[in-house]
């Protein structure tokens, strides 16, 4: 039963695209903007404001800001439901100025479209739709509810009743009309990106198969002959020993087993075949698979597979995802290019998750960039440029690779200097350069095994 079987190599819903910093730089205008318009409005045109009211709503845009700073690494990516709770935050703090400040009587009443116009950029409909209803929220309940605005004379300054019916609903329609037309214009741009994308992998794949049946091809002719040869003499065979049924029995197979070479070669020659079987391996192989391109690099790599100490399931079979391999292999290489003699790879596994630790002895990573860790194009690890190595220009791209395609897999990642994590312990001391975990949720990665696991079924032949 085939079509039962988990696809190892179907990979999550990724939303981690908005970058926190982004969203915190954005803020920090928003607040600056913000106080502006307060200066200006007391200084320059003298008006009556709750000021302490309204540094205090500003005041909470700045500590969250200064949270997100210091508490979140640089490249924290959000997912979605978080993006849509910061966008909110921001509307909320701006519904509250506006309050402050006189409702929809404030011409910058308008910028409560803006979060509406993010959402619909970068998020989905379901959030673009929740936001966009909050803003008209907001902008009904602020014109029965707000504070008017005063002049130094007492005079309140407001619009008339009909221009502010219009207000409200120029605000609904912008919230509507450029909802729409944002997320109509980047779901175009998604859709041919992620054509491009696919057109790119149909043809990459379709390179495979041709280099894989041009090979089965060559092996296929200089083993025609061979066989041919065989499956004639069997058949002579065959004939002659017409008196000796056991022996005749067995020229037959090895006419039948000929012929049955014949015919995989054949079929292999028109496309190959996913081997079910090699959709999973033991932990331990899949992370030497990973490894072996860099083991004889000049580097000792020394590998360590065990169970944390109070896990007694054995060592459990992963899915040989590309991702998987592909982002682990990148890791290996960062850690042998940069090592002095050793890099240590070791795997752990528990009851619910499974880790990957890769450790060198090299200088480890500048601590300023610690942070940024996984962000593209990076400059190199030690600073500057390696004698060694001057063609090296630096380990942003590679690491980014890795992370993503890792990410996507399932997993969470962690960069650090063993100098900072094992100067305490002795027996890992001499472990001084990078250190970088990857874990898993077991069920994220782990094949089926034991009583759980479904029959294979049959190859089926790679469908371009």
Not at 116 to 140: D, K, Q, Y
Request: with cysteine; charged share 25%.
């Amino acid at each position: 039963m085939p079509d039962r079987q988990p696809d190892p190599i179907r990979t999550r819903n990724r939303e981690n695209w908005i970058r926190l910093r982004t969203l915190v730089l954005l803020r920090w205008w928003a607040i600056f903007g913000q106080i502006a318009a307060l200066v200006v409005a007391q200084r320059l045109y003298n008006l009556e404001l709750e000021v302490g009211l309204c540094y205090l709503a500003i005041g909470a845009s700045v500590i969250t800001n200064l949270v997100a700073a210091f508490v979140f690494p640089e490249n924290k990516r959000l997912s979605e439901p978080e993006t849509r709770l910061v966008v909110l935050f921001d509307m909320l703090q701006l519904g509250l100025m506006l309050y402050l400040t006189g409702g929809l009587h404030n011409p910058f009443s308008i910028l409560i479209v803006g979060p509406v116009i993010v959402s619909a950029s970068a998020m989905s409909a379901r959030s673009t739709f929740f936001l966009g209803v909050a803003a008209i929220l907001i902008a009904t309940v602020l014109i029965p509810f707000h504070l008017p605005l005063r002049t130094e004379q007492g005079f309140i300054l407001r619009v008339p009743q009909i221009f502010l019916f219009g207000n409200w609903v120029a605000i609904m329609i912008a919230v509507v009309f450029l909802g729409v037309y944002s997320r109509w214009i980047v779901a175009e741009m998604r859709t041919m990106s992620e054509a491009l994308q696919a057109t790119q992998m149909a043809l990459a794949r379709e390179q495979k198969l041709t280099d894989l049946g041009g090979v089965v091809a060559a092996a296929a002719h200089e083993l025609g002959t061979p066989l041919a040869t065989i499956k004639l003499t069997s058949s002579e065979l065959a004939e002659e020993l017409a008196d000796w049924a056991e022996l005749r029995e067995d020229a037959l197979l090895i006419k039948d087993q000929a012929d049955r070479c014949r015919d995989i070669l054949r079929s292999m020659g028109r496309a190959g075949k996913d081997d079910l079987h090699l959709r999973a391996a033991p932990l331990s192989a899949v992370i030497e698979e990973a490894a072996e391109p860099h083991i004889d690099r000049g580097k000792i790599i020394h590998f360590d597979h065990r169970a944390e100490e109070d896990c007694i399931l054995d060592q459990p079979d992963i899915y040989r995802r590309p991702e998987v391999i592909h982002g682990v292999r990148n890791l290996v290489q960062n850690a042998v290019d940069f090592a002095r003699e050793n890099v240590w790879v070791e795997s752990r596994w528990s009851d619910s998750r499974v880790t990957v630790r890769i450790m060198d002895d090299g200088r480890g990573y500048p601590p300023h960039l610690l942070g940024r860790i996984g962000d593209p194009l990076m400059r190199r690890r030690g600073g500057g440029t390696d004698p060694r190595r001057p063609e090296y220009e630096g380990m942003g791209l590679g690491l980014f690779i890795a992370k993503t395609l890792l990410e996507r897999s399932g997993a969470d990642l962690s960069f650090a200097n063993g100098s900072d994590s094992f100067r305490r312990r002795k027996d890992l001391a001499h472990r001084t350069g990078a250190f970088v975990e990857v874990s898993w949720p077991r069920a994220a990665i782990c094949a089926e095994s034991g009583a759980d696991r479904l029959p294979l079924g049959q190859n089926q032949p790679i469908r371009a």
